[in-house]
């Protein structure tokens, strides 16, 4: 079925750098996703994308989480800069228009550490 | 404001045997949409099932089905048959069909686990 591909698998670095997380949706879906896992749990919703813009973010997307899709490349989560409480397993998600009924197609996650 | 909740932390059954996942839900739309999920040990997230607000009748999928109660806002996710293969984390997801945002909002997950 369509995959999302989410690089690196994992991210070690130290408090206070910059990380960028990657995100190549599933060719022809417009509408992308961020969730957020800590220890297996629940998936927290972080931010969704649509047209180059952000529609809607959540609590937990501080003021150091951006997004991006520069010219339909990757689409990005950045840190910066980071915090230990960042350290958890972020998922990618596209859906092909976004409307509600729609299923979403979840990348493996990246597993980032923060030192 | 949306809300989803899995009370089960942890389940275990037999294989072979048929098990219910409980989930419910909160929302002020009238039109909604549920959605199971299972994330498999490797971390690979999967949709399952969707029932639709709408529609009266369980939505069915292989050997998955759903106990859809509108009344009560509970969607629970039924397994019958199960095989070693089923023990993953389920989540249940929902998102409102009249938001103009498509948040998807999941619950805690319950982890499934399916002996010989």
């Known amino acids: 079925g369509p995959k999302v591909l989410q690089i690196p698998s994992h991210q070690i670095i130290d408090m206070g750098q910059m990380v960028t997380l990657n995100c190549d949706p599933v060719?022809?879906?417009?509408?992308f996703y961020w969730y957020k896992q800590i220890l297996g749990q629940q998936m927290e919703f972080l931010v969704n994308?649509?047209?180059?813009?952000?529609?809607?973010k959540s609590k937990l997307f501080k003021d150091q989480f951006s997004v991006e899709r520069p010219d339909g490349s990757y689409f990005t989560l950045k840190i910066q800069p980071t915090a230990l409480e960042d350290s958890a397993v972020y998922f990618c998600a596209s859906s092909p228009t976004g409307a509600s009924a729609e299923t979403l197609y979840f990348g493996s996650g990246t597993r980032l550490t923060v030192l | 404001a949306q809300k989803v909740t899995q009370t089960q932390t942890s389940i275990s059954v037999m294989e072979k045997t048929t098990v219910t996942m409980d989930c419910v839900y909160e929302t002020r739309d009238s039109s909604y949409f549920l959605f199971w999920y299972k994330q498999t040990a490797s971390g690979e997230i999967v949709f399952l099932i969707r029932?639709?607000?709408?529609?009266?009748e369980n939505a069915t999928e292989g050997h998955y089905s759903l106990n859809f109660q509108k009344p009560k806002s509970s969607i629970g996710l039924i397994i019958t048959a199960t095989q070693i293969e089923d023990s993953a984390v389920y989540f249940c997801?929902?998102?409102?069909?009249?938001?103009?945002?498509?948040?998807?909002?999941f619950g805690t997950g319950t982890r499934l686990q399916v002996l010989p």
């Open positions: 029932q639709d607000s709408y529609k009266k």
């Open positions: 994308f649509y047209n180059g813009k952000v529609m809607e």
């Open positions: 997801a929902m998102r409102e069909a009249i938001s103009n945002t498509n948040k998807v909002v």
């Open positions: 060719s022809n879906h417009l509408y």
